[in-house]
């Protein structure tokens, strides 16, 4: 393969610049995603509907993200990064700012939510994709730095939020809110594309190949004996040692989305030819959106024990965790926490978040205890302490729940990607990662009505809450399970092997 266009600044100069466009791209993204529920309440009382209905914003909202996610990552190819994000940007402003009319609830669930969904499933993917391609040597301080984005945004936006909401009303501050928003496309026009550092000699030469995101490495096998690499059905002999091949930078957002990142081994390839003919693979997948869709949703490894493990326990962790934050501040106020405080109690969750995310991962890199451990006993924890709130009546004992929510939830999410590979190897981690987003999709889409229309029925958050905390403990419970899955899944594999 040829060299990169050697104007291209990796790993320095420039390459920090798409680092602040995507940290701060995830500041207005995470921090207004875990911030709306602090509007639900809003919601609840301007229209007069119940809880379950005013939820229905985040659940639109998840389910786009779900569907449009993938189709971006495409757009992104073949228009470039930039251009993507910046005019999904365009919209989601005024599909946002439009429901900040408040004709009904129907109006704003489907203007608002449809309008963020869009927005959201075009940052996080293509920022991520320019990031694998500014570096090389840095790429997981890159990531790191880019993704505590997130943590800062839910730390510091729900104060300015309630802050809105006090001075400029409920209609004022939706609309401010999708000002906010638009800001993404400022920082998205920092995203400058690979190709501007390319000759016109070069354009057609030197594809950059270094980034392989989900979809793209749907058919990649590793044939051990040969040491051949495979690729949509093009082969390239390598000299690549297991190790070489295993190193996968994969990350997880704090929606709970997986994107994978790069595969290092790639950069090794030596011909031109062969790195050539991936990338006209890889436009030919590219423009037929459907055969990607199918790869992606990928059921048949639901045939593997080990898997179908992963798949339930990454459900029950998504609906526990994520969802609770959003009935946080409704909560709160019916044990008599003001309004600034409950805005404050969102933002102690995500400091804590950004401090859990970063101690696990130290931890796990160590290998002092297996990371499924490390994971499943933040769920534990995670789901004692979320029944905890039930008993938790003032303000200072309520943060300290929220600051131990912060820390073992970010642990958890922290933690997703890594173990994912830990458990389901390489070469089915790409297929399992379609049903995971799928499933969790559904989870966000069936999980914040059902939840707010259990709080409807009984009038009161505490079943809430035990159905949250629950759902925790019984990720975590289940994740323990994996070494006895995976002698059952072996079993099964021996047993088709004879029976074939």
Known sequence: MADFPSKLPVDRGWAWTIVIGHFMNLFFMVGTAKSIGILLEEFHIHFQVPMAVATMVMSVTGIVYALAAPISLLLGEQFSERRVIMVSGVVALFMMALSSLLVNMVFVIVLFGVGFGLGNAAIYGNGLILLGQYFKKRRSLA??????????????????????????????????????????????????????????????????????????????????????????????????????????????????????????????????????????????????????????????????????????????????????????????????????????????????????????????????????????????????????FIFADTFAWIAVHSALYGFFGGGYVGMIAVVLIDLVGLEEMSRVLGVVLLVQGIGAATGQPLLGLIKDMTGEYDIVIYICASCCLISGVLLLCWPLVRRLEKQRQKHTDTTT
């Open 143 to 388: 990531n790191g730095l880019a993704l505590s984005g997130s943590s800062i945004g839910q730390f510091v936006l729900p104060p300015v939020i309630q802050f809105f909401l006090e001075t400029y009303s409920l209609g004022g501050t939706v609309l401010l809110i999708s000002g906010l928003y638009f800001h993404v496309t400022l920082f998205a026009s920092l995203f400058r594309p690979v190709s501007f550092y390319q000759t016109d000699s070069q354009i057609d030469e030197d594809k950059f190949v270094d980034t392989i995101e989900i979809g793209k490495l749907q058919n990649c096998d590793v044939h051990e004996n040969t040491k051949m690499v495979t690729i949509n059905g093009e082969a390239g002999v390598e000299n690549l040692s297991e190790e070489e091949f295993s190193e996968v930078h994969a990350v997880m957002a704090s929606t709970g989305s997986i994107y994978l990142g790069s595969v290092t081994s790639l950069e090794d390839m030596t011909t031109e030819h062969n790195a050539s003919r991936i990338y006209k693979d890889q436009t030919k997948v590219s423009k037929n959106i459907a055969s990607v869709l199918r790869k992606m949703f990928d059921f048949s490894v639901l045939k593997n024990y080990v898997c179908v493990l992963y798949v339930i326990v990454s459900f029950f962790a998504f609906l526990g965790h994520f969802n609770f934050v959003l009935f946080l501040p409704s909560y709160a106020l019916t044990k008599g926490i003001t309004k600034y405080n409950k805005a404050i109690l969102v933002s102690i969750c995500g400091l804590c978040d950004l401090a859990g995310r970063v101690l696990f991962g130290f931890l796990g890199d160590l290998n002092i205890i297996q990371r499924y451990k490390m994971k499943s006993i933040c769920l534990i924890l995670l789901g004692l302490n979320t029944a905890m």
